[in-house]
């Protein structure tokens, strides 16, 4: 596993797609400079296709300046008002675009291209990208009030700083930030009550680098919660904490708890889970009715033994697994772990647990909305129970909804956690994946599954 970055910045699916804007803004304001200026012809000597081409690399390269010189502009876009996001951006492209004029100056190409044209360029592009990022801002106005993009936050810490975020919240009310509460970091019982009675979104902190004594207690008492934690430190407090930075309504803040699989993001993982759960399920049927015809055959009892989990921000849910032992019971409170050669297991069930085969009725509950087919593994409720006073963060592995294959399955930790050792290393690994999420590390994720993570030496 890589060790965190000092400080990563936080991104979002939707800055992604400012940018994706950004640049078909520059491209098209070209094109249509291009095709309307009809001088633009006359100063070329070579044929209409070389002429788009030499024209459409500069463009591209606008584009490329635009998107390197200005990471400000494309920052987590919850927060900042609108005339300084304007600015940014007119700053930004006009900088690009000088930058364009200097490479063609040095190339000795500035005879090549009009000069109505680049004019004309700089021109038509600030108004399209001025008018793009206007409209997004304005689409995220209508959200909140329709019911979308809503985020409730809890604020703890120094009342005249939270007065200040909470002011900054209300007049920025396109973000979708909802203050819920304020309250000082040391009414810990407090605290704790107004998190399980609210289950707020967010949780930022306002605390100094010299208060590390009520930090450690006051993320004591959160350590169960799911929502994204964030502090809001001094200057050398982002220097010295190793952990990623967000700049949210004008204030950075760094992301003790946080995940990038929100919002957008969040459906477009379950449009992608949707669509593979339903291609796998059609692929393996006769997969599946083979192993039901099996398991009926060769031991008495249900096909399909059904198990309470923890999903989604701790919700109770219920998952499916082909039935690999005898049927037997258990204490509701007591849950007794396979171990190697156990005698519980049948034959038929050894083969199942040995290559996860037994859960491939989960893809059935990845339909269902339960899981997804990516993330940490759901543990049972007694093992959940158990563990959380134990291992910490151990919570944190609820702020997504649970997965049939995951990080630390393809690394090794999968089947028994006869240990606390290696509960605490299956913890590190999906608080890993929480942090780091991307839909190209799912596909990595499920790509390794495939020829790693079905075989396991743990799997009994």
Not at 14 to 30: F, P, R, T, Y
Not at 340 to 356: E, M, W
Request: charged share 20%; proline share 4%.
């Amino acid at each position: 596993m890589k060790p965190a970055r000092a400080l990563r910045s936080s991104s979002s699916l939707l800055s992604n797609a400012i940018v994706l804007i950004d640049v078909l803004a520059i491209l098209l304001s070209g094109w249509l400079c291009v095709n309307i200026y009809p001088g633009v012809e006359s100063i070329a000597n070579s044929n209409h296709r070389q002429l788009l081409e030499n024209y459409l690399l500069v463009e591209g390269l606008g584009c490329l300046l635009m998107v390197g010189v200005s990471n400000k502009v494309y920052s987590l876009w919850r927060g900042g008002e609108l005339q300084a996001m304007l600015q940014r951006v007119a700053f930004s492209w006009l900088v690009s675009w000088v930058l364009v004029l200097v490479w063609l100056v040095l190339t000795k190409s500035t005879q090549e291209f009009s000069r109505i044209w680049l004019v004309s360029w700089l021109i038509s592009a600030l108004i399209l990208l001025c008018f793009a990022r206007a409209s997004v801002y304005g689409l995220l106005r209508i959200f909140p009030n329709k019911g979308y993009n809503n985020k409730t936050v809890l604020l703890i810490g120094d009342p005249g700083l939270n007065a200040s975020i909470h002011e900054r919240v209300l007049h920025s009310s396109w973000t979708g930030f909802e203050v819920i509460g304020s309250l000082r970091p040391d009414n810990l019982t407090e605290i704790d009550q107004t998190v399980i009675r609210y289950v707020p979104d967010e949780i930022w902190i306002g605390l100094s680098v010299d208060d590390q004594g009520r930090l450690k207690s006051l993320l004591h008492v959160l350590r169960h919660s799911t929502a994204n934690i964030r502090l809001i430190p001094d200057f050398l407090t982002l220097k010295v904490m190793n952990h990623g930075a967000s700049m949210l309504m004008g204030y950075p803040m760094l992301d003790i708890s946080y995940s990038p699989m929100a919002g957008f993001n969040v459906f477009l993982k379950a449009v992608l889970d949707y669509i593979f759960a339903a291609i796998v399920v059609v692929l393996i049927s006769p997969l599946l009715i083979g192993i039901a015809i099996a398991i009926k055959i060769t031991s008495p009892g249900p096909v399909v033994f059904k198990q309470l989990r923890h999903g989604w921000n701790g919700k109770i849910i219920e998952i499916y697994k082909f039935r690999s032992m005898v049927v037997h019971k258990e204490d509701d409170n007591v849950l007794t772990q396979a171990t190697r050669h156990d005698s519980r297991i049948t034959p038929l069930g050894a083969f199942l647990r040995r290559t996860s085969l037994d859960e491939l009725p989960q893809f059935i509950n990845v339909l269902q909305g339960r899981l997804s087919v990516v993330g940490p593994r759901p543990h049972a409720v007694a093992h959940n129970e158990q563990f959380k006073e134990l291992v910490p963060r151990y919570m944190l592995r609820h702020k997504v909804k649970p997965g049939i294959t995951g990080w630390a399955q393809i690394n090794g930790f999968r089947g028994e956690t006869d240990t606390l050792e290696k509960m605490e290393k299956r913890v590190e690994y999906d608080i890993h994946y929480i942090e780091n999420w991307s839909i190209w590390m799912d596909c990595r994720i499920i790509f390794m599954t495939v020829f790693k993570g079905f075989q396991s030496d743990n799997a009994y």
